[in-house]
Every structure is written in structure tokens, then in C-alpha cells.
């Protein structure tokens, strides 16, 4: 937590994917944009921001300052669960073996990196430097190969499937479907019956893999940098 000489809150995170977020905690619009100034003067670029789509009054402020819009994500509260289609297995949540994990983790960053880009993807909480936590993590397999994986936090109180990623070989295929049934009857086993997604409004597959699944959109968020 930074403070400024208005002694105004400015919460800067730095995410474990190298991205640094900044947060003012201001009502007043001219403290707020004097602190934001102070505060991204001081900071690396480029800098990030989130704002919800319907805060228009926020969104102005942000790029008073310098801000600019990056990329938009829907919100979506999943419910339904097909079935998984023949020929994919998932392994449950915790079961694999983590330097698999990792392997497959890291094919799939590369691919999605070389492709569409791995900034376009939720707001990474994992430190790829370090080991992955199986206990989030299932993973799907075909003929004994490991494929796609999803991940989900908050399984307790809020489930949010933060990834779901395939192997561009195994794409159009089905594992993407079976990897969110999956997550979803193993929180619904749990007593949750949802669960939040958050999607890249220009990530066409994905918006699409979530329209399979009769998603309802709920808000959205949009996300600012500053270079």
C-alpha cells in the first residue's frame, strides 16, 4: 500500500504475472486525480486498472490521468453441465501430478502467448516461477495425453473458474466442455450450483464455449493501461 501526501490510499498490487495494478480510494474527483497522478508518476509502465463497465463517472477520471482502455471482460455465472463427450477423461481436482501440471501449464501459456496473447487473458494470480497448486487444477487426458487443465479458486464461497485452456491440437474437440462439466458437478457435489467466469470480450472461442453452457452475463469489467 502506497500513501500519498493527501494521505489518500493508492493500492498497488503487483501481480506474480508482472502486471501492476493501481486502485485510488477517492470520492472527491479532483483528491482522486491528484493522487492518481502522484501515485503513476512513481510507478513502472505499463500500468493497469480495472473499472466496472457501468461506472462511467470512474472510467472518465482514469483517463483524465492518462489511462486508456485495454481490453474488456464479461462476467458470466455458469450453471448447466453437459456431458463430458467420449474419449476425454478428467482428472480430479489435486490428482495430478504437479510436474505434469507444470509441463502442460507451460505448453499452454506458449501456445496462448504465440496466439491470441497471454495479456488478452484474465488477470494471472499464479507465479510461474514457482510450483502450481494441484488443488485448483483438473486435467483433462486422450489416449493417456494430457490436453487442457481448468482452474478453479474460491471453492468454498465463490467458485471462479479463472482458466480453461486446450491444446491447439485438441481444440474443436470437445475437452474445452468436458473440463468445465467437470468443474462444475464437482462444485455442484460440493452444494454450489454456479460459478463465476470472467472472459475476454475478444476471445471468440471462449465467449463461445460459454454460450455451450447457457452462461448469464453479469456486468463486466473494463481494463485500462497507462504507457
Known sequence: MEQTSASVPADVTRRPDGRTYLSIDAWASDVFVTTARE??????????????????????LWESVGFAEHRREAVFVITPQPSPPSGVTVEPFGATDPDRLTTLYDRVRDEVDAELGWHRM?????????????????VATRNGQDVGLVRVTGRDRQPRIGLVAVLRSERRRGVGTALI??????????GVDSAIAEVDEGNNPALGLASRFEAMRRGGLV?????
Open 122 to 138: 484474465p488477470t494471472e494470480l499464479v507465479d510461474p516461477r514457482t510450483s502450481l497448486d494441484a488443488s485448483h487444477y483438473a
Open 223 to 227: 481494463e485500462l493501461v497507462c504507457r
Open 39 to 60: 501515485a503513476v508518476s512513481r510507478l513502472p509502465r505499463p500500468a493497469f486498472t480495472l473499472v466496472d463497465e457501468e461506472d462511467a463517472d470512474g472510467l472518465s
Open 181 to 190: 462439466a467437470f468443474a462444475l458437478d464437482a462444485l455442484y457435489r460440493r
